[in-house]
């Protein structure tokens, strides 16, 4: 079964880092494009940050300068590094990713989410 699973959510305190893993698993061959998004309650889902296949990375404007987005191809994972937290930060952060994959599997998919709070 091809699926995304993230990991590294935690509760940091303002300023502290987290690192989000997502892992693709099952019959992969690669993964494409790739992003994070983020919801916090109450309000919809938003884009955090992407990157393409060939490395060139977007993000958000509250972000920039803190997150930084990267890829594995070895591994088949995708990385947010998050710094200097804020607590607006604080959301269910997904990942998703376009998997290229056997058994007529390929497409896009999103991991199951990991909470991120941040708070003193």
């Known amino acids: 079964q091809v699926q995304l699973v993230e990991s590294g959510g935690d509760l940091v305190q303002p300023g502290g880092s987290l690192r989000l893993s997502c892992a693709a698993s099952?019959?992969?061959?690669?993964?494409?494009?790739s992003s994070w998004y983020r919801q916090a309650p109450g309000n919809q889902r938003e884009l955090v940050a992407a990157?393409?296949?060939?490395?060139?990375?977007n993000y958000a404007d509250s972000v920039k300068g803190r997150f930084t987005i990267s890829r594995d191809n070895a591994k088949n994972t995708v990385y947010l590094q998050m710094n200097s937290l804020k607590p607006e930060d604080t959301a269910v952060y997904y990942c998703?990713?376009?998997?290229?994959?056997?058994?007529?599997?390929?497409?896009?998919?999103w991991g199951q989410g990991t909470q991120v709070t941040v708070s003193s």
């Open positions: 998703y990713a376009y998997l290229h994959a056997g058994l007529g599997s390929s497409g896009g998919y």
């Open positions: 099952g019959s992969i061959f690669s993964i494409a494009a």
């Open positions: 990157i393409t296949s060939g490395g060139i990375t």
